[in-house]
C-alpha cells in the first residue's frame, strides 16, 4: 500500500508541476482550459440535477445491497 500511495502522490506532484509549466509557458492556453472546465463543470451540474431523484433511488438501492450483504 505504501508503494501506492508514494506513486500516487509523486504522480500528482509531478502533473501539478507540469501543470504550472504548461501555464507560465502559455497563459491563453489557461484560459481555454478554464473556459472548458468550467463548462464541463456546469453540465455536470445540470445534469446531477435532472437526473437526481435516479441518483438518490440507486444510491438507496446500493446501500441496502451493501448492508443487506453483511
Known sequence: RAFL???T???L???TYQFL???F???FAKW???????I???????TFET?????KTFVQNWLEDLNYWE
Not at 32 to 38: F, N, R, V
Not at 51 to 55: M, S
Open 13 to 15: 506532484l509531478n502533473a
Open 51 to 55: 437526473r437526481r431523484n435516479q441518483i
Open 32 to 38: 481555454i482550459i478554464g473556459l472548458c472546465l468550467g
Open 5 to 7: 500511495y508514494v506513486g
Open 21 to 23: 509549466i504548461f501555464i
Open 25 to 27: 509557458a502559455y497563459p
Open 40 to 46: 464541463a463543470l456546469i453540465w455536470l451540474a445540470a
Open 9 to 11: 502522490i509523486t504522480f
